[in-house]
């Protein structure tokens, strides 16, 4: 894992973490509109937020991988990828397909990805290491985002905690870079 990796993703995770919820907000002002310049709007912001999402824990898995030895998120890991490109391919069809009434199936995937969060959490609470010391703040901000977002009602708090485990995840990626050996 070389530095520039870790570096780019601690960039790109604090981007993620401002837009987050000015993502989410646009998004759901933007994408009923029928006009295509709102439609096409949220179909970047959706496909931006996927691939930020993407980039960050498979930086996240290499890092725990490569440095730590430590496997035990690699199967949540996939699968909050799987569930969020699922979720952003849901939008994207809400917005582009008339008629695609896929609340009821975006919010099951919002379930299944929040509890999917809390198992990630979990999981990393085996790791040996303590990530400078941001190991226990960062898992416990996920297992909260993870149960907002699961729990629907709470999905806007949800969403607020993962901004700030976000921004720690930056913060795990600046330190690290520190210790890299390329």
Not at 16 to 34: D, E, H, I, N, Y
Request: glycine letters at 8%.
């Amino acid at each position: 894992m070389n530095n520039d990796r870790l570096t780019l993703a601690a960039i790109l995770a604090l981007v993620r973490a401002t837009l987050t919820l000015l993502l989410a907000s646009l998004v759901s002002r933007l994408a009923p509109q029928a006009s295509f310049g709102p439609k096409l709007i949220t179909a970047v912001l959706t496909v931006l937020s996927f691939l930020l999402f993407a980039y960050i824990f498979t930086t996240l898995k290499r890092l725990l991988n490569e440095r730590y030895q430590f496997h035990g998120t690699d199967l949540a890991i996939a699968g909050l990828i799987g569930v969020n490109g699922l979720a952003a391919l849901l939008t994207l069809a809400g917005v582009f397909l008339p008629g695609v009434s896929e609340t009821w199936l975006l919010k099951t995937v919002s379930v299944l990805f929040g509890l999917l969060l809390v198992g990630f959490a979990l999981q990393l609470f085996r790791l040996q290491d303590n990530l400078f010391g941001f190991l226990k703040p960062y898992a416990f901000l996920t297992a909260v985002a993870g149960v907002g977002i699961a729990s629907l009602k709470l999905a806007g708090v949800g969403v607020i905690f993962g901004a700030v485990a976000d921004i720690l995840l930056a913060v795990i990626f600046i330190k690290a870079t520190g210790r890299s050996t390329t």
